[in-house]
């Protein structure tokens, strides 16, 4: 395993030449804002933050971010119109847009690389305003807390969370964020000793320390916010996979684990898969996103209750159109099905299963597990019919508020691949695919 790592490190430590090239970009970059901020009184300093400022970013893709320090009096409204003006303005030469987090934030590319001018509130330890107002107290404590050694482990963790394609703390994602990273090898020493201590990782185990009690699979603690549990952000499907490969590669280390592994897709099922598609106005990533995975969620649980097995499901969404894909056990299921009743014995119960399900039913009997058994006709056999008419009579049911009027304005509902892009293929592909974590256990 050293030596794999120390393959690695070779690749992801930034040379001297790229560090000077980046340094250069980011003071450009600042000494722009910097003429910006004093038009306001509102605003009383900026700094970098970010794995920029810690030093753990990385050669090929590494942002900048300006943190524009305001007065904590200052309100919201003035807070973003403030923050966007001066992002827009001091970064107009390179086509500077509108990025959203909780608040918006101002973006634009500068020489390759992305400058982020965010804004936060000045506040102490634990009087937070914005979800930015914890950045510089991060920035802080890692810088001061993370030897140079720990800076490249960082940096190793990093590549190895994007190869396996589990890094990103963006709701689209829900991976791990940087800031994680930077948590794990702080805690446990090292990139070998992350892995080997993931690999062997109970339900519910506490990373760090708190007096707080959480409910999630995994538990980060925030080490300057004990009462925040940054593991919280990420899924089920991307803890499970980050377990899986630590104990994939601490039982057979190799450079591949490293590399952008693909999946293994069965074409066969590809007549399993159903697909929604829908345009939506324009709106920030994480508002689509969070909309579109709800909506995937509440259609999952419709096509349950009407006698269809959806076995994987996933949302997508591009800059005007959303997809969502369901993989079914089946398309087209028999249009007969069983509803248990109460057992014989509870008598008021049994009497009005019976009247309720008596004219209705096909048939209806005693079975050999006590209970009352009717046999039920269906009024849907066909997926792609059942969620036509489901979506045409029942928005409201089944669709987030925040969507139904792009739904109103049309949609289209495929089965199988046809009528698919090719990108859109991609995407769909991943449900009717073996994960490419579990390849790596051959």
């Known amino acids: 395993m050293k030596k794999i790592i120390s393959n690695v490190m070779k690749n992801v430590i930034p040379t001297k030449t790229i560090e000077k090239s980046k340094k250069e970009i980011a003071e450009a970059a600042l000494g722009l804002v910097e003429k910006e901020i004093t038009k306001f009184p509102e ?49 107009k030469k390179f086509s500077p847009y509108v990025r959203y987090s909780e608040h918006p934030y101002v973006e634009a590319k500068m020489k390759g690389t992305k400058i982020n001018v965010v804004p936060f509130y000045d506040v102490k330890i634990g009087e937070w305003k914005s979800a930015a107002d914890r950045s510089p107290f991060h920035t802080k404590f890692m810088s001061k807390s993370l030897t140079p050694k720990m800076r490249d482990e960082v940096r190793i963790l990093k590549t190895f969370l994007k190869a396996n394609q589990i890094y990103g703390a963006e709701i689209a994602k829900q991976g791990f964020s940087g800031y994680i990273s930077e948590v794990l090898i702080l805690h446990f020493g090292s990139f070998e000793n992350t892995i080997k201590s993931i690999s062997k990782i109970e339900e519910n185990q506490v990373i760090g320390k708190t007096s707080k009690k959480f409910d999630t699979s995994l538990v980060v603690i925030d080490p ?133 399900n008596l004219s209705e039913a096909e048939l209806i009997w005693v079975g050999k597990n006590k209970k009352i058994i009717s046999l039920e006709k269906r009024q849907y056999t066909d997926a792609g019919k059942f969620m036509s008419k489901f979506l045409k009579n029942n928005l409201q049911t089944g669709i987030p508020k925040g969507l139904q009027a792009d739904f109103k304005r049309g949609f289209k509902i495929h089965v199988g691949n046809k009528g698919l892009s090719k990108s859109i293929k991609e995407v769909a592909s991943e449900l009717i695919s073996t994960d490419g974590t579990f390849l790596y256990f051959n």
């Open 43 to 91: 605003i009383i300093g900026l700094e970098f933050g970010g794995s920029f400022a810690k030093g753990t970013w990385l050669s090929k893709d590494a942002d900048v971010d300006i943190f524009v320090r305001f007065k904590k009096s200052t309100s919201e409204e003035k807070f973003e119109r403030i923050s966007k003006k001066i992002g827009f303005d001091s970064l």
């Open 224 to 356: 300057i916010d004990s009462n925040r549990n940054l593991a919280a952000a990420i899924s089920d499907e991307n803890i499970g996979k980050f377990i899986l490969v630590c104990r994939a590669f601490k039982e057979n280390p190799k450079i591949e684990f490293f590399k952008n592994k693909k999946s293994k897709t069965s074409t066969k099922y590809w007549e399993n898969l159903l697909s929604i598609k829908f345009s939506f106005k324009t709106r920030s990533p994480d508002i689509i996103w969070g909309q579109v995975k709800r909506a995937t969620s509440s259609l999952s649980t419709q096509l349950e209750l009407a006698g269809f097995t959806v076995l994987r499901s996933k949302a997508y969404a591009d800059q005007k159109d959303a997809h969502l894909f369901f993989f079914l056990e089946s398309t087209k299921i028999s249009n007969i099905h069983v509803k248990n009743g109460p057992e014989f014995f509870r008598e008021g119960s049994s009497r009005s299963f019976i009247s309720k």
